[in-house]
């Protein structure tokens, strides 16, 4: 009797105050839909860094005359500087990549690109040695050693794109968090209004239940119970606003880079991964606020 009781008095609630539980509901799925965002990208991140930890290489772009004329890297000043790479301590390979293989090379990673392929041309791709450190973080040693040395036209250090790619996702990532607190901060005053209102509808209906001998707890239990379904409810929409943004939007966009390697894919599996947090989230939100509100704010 009483656990039905209780159960009849949130869904009269819930009717009762039907826009201010949408708009709640609403604002609960917006933020924690971000919130969601920036746990899939930090999720990407930590895989690109995975990824690429172990596959971090130095460049060294040849001069346009050494990648014309020493096609095996057999001629000064190329066969002197692959040989003073092998002998740098700290270097595990050292390959040698001709314009040719290089051009290659290109056309495999932007094949997906065709318009961009049709610009280009083999004389654009200069010839490269490309070297594997043991330790990835060590690449200033290499660009300080051989930068500016004959036959070296530049020095590509992956390392150091990698982090500015990393610092727009992380930019892109604090931007989301930033957004899902401010609309988590609209969310509790939602909440907590709604409980407000809630209450003063049925204060008559709470009050006789206080003069039969009823408890503090188990008249506001009802208000508490409707904060957590509609937080609830919001955490499911946010899950299916992930959803549809993976299928409509972000396979889209990223299509090409995930093809490429370049990003790893965004699965529907991530998205259940994250979810969990998204419904513990708003349950703690939802029960916390009603009740810090019935205690402030509310007299049962």
Request: glycine residues 6%; hydrophobic residues 50%; charged residues 25%.
């Given at each position: 009797m009483r656990t039905s009781f209780v159960f009849s008095e949130v869904i009269t609630g819930l009717r009762r105050n039907v826009t201010m539980t949408i708009a709640m509901i609403l604002t609960t799925a917006i933020s924690l839909g971000l919130l969601g965002g920036g746990l899939l990208v930090v999720r990407m991140v930590d895989k690109m860094q995975a990824n690429y930890a172990?596959?971090?290489?130095v460049s060294l772009l040849l001069t346009n005359d050494v990648s014309a004329n020493d096609k095996d890297c057999t001629q000064q000043p190329c066969a002197g500087l692959r040989s003073a790479l092998e002998q740098t301590s700290g270097v595990e390979t050292v390959v040698f990549q001709n314009r040719d293989e290089g051009f290659e090379r290109f056309k495999r990673i932007f094949?997906?690109?065709?318009?961009?392929?049709?610009?280009?041309?083999?004389?654009?791709?200069?010839?490269?040695?490309?070297v594997k450190l043991e330790d990835p973080e060590?690449?200033?040693?290499?660009?300080?050693?051989?930068?500016?040395?004959?036959?070296?036209?530049?020095v590509d250090d992956q390392g150091k794109f990698l982090d500015r790619f990393f610092e727009i996702l992380n930019g892109i990532r604090d931007g989301a968090l930033i957004l899902a607190l401010i609309q988590a901060?609209?969310?509790?005053l939602l909440i907590s209004n709604t409980i407000q209102v809630s209450a003063f509808t049925r204060r008559v209906e709470v009050g006789i239940m206080r003069l039969v001998g009823a408890t503090r707890w188990y008249t506001q239990?009802?208000?508490?119970?409707?904060?957590?379904v509609a937080g609830i409810v919001g955490a499911?929409?946010?899950v299916v606003l992930l959803v549809l943004a993976k299928a409509f939007f972000l396979d889209r966009v990223t299509g090409n880079l995930t093809e490429s390697g370049i990003i790893p894919p965004t699965g529907y599996l991530d998205i259940l991964i994250v979810s969990p947090w998204l419904f513990l989230v708003a349950i703690v939100i939802s029960a916390t606020t009603g009740y810090v509100t019935l205690r402030l704010y509310v007299r049962l």
């Open positions: 172990g596959k971090l290489e094949e997906a690109q065709p318009e961009l392929l049709k610009l280009a041309r083999p004389e654009a791709i200069p010839a490269t040695i490309r060590r690449t200033d040693v290499i660009k300080q050693a051989f930068e500016g040395k004959p036959g070296v036209k530049a901060f609209a969310a509790l239990l009802p208000f508490l119970i409707e904060a957590v499911v929409c946010a």
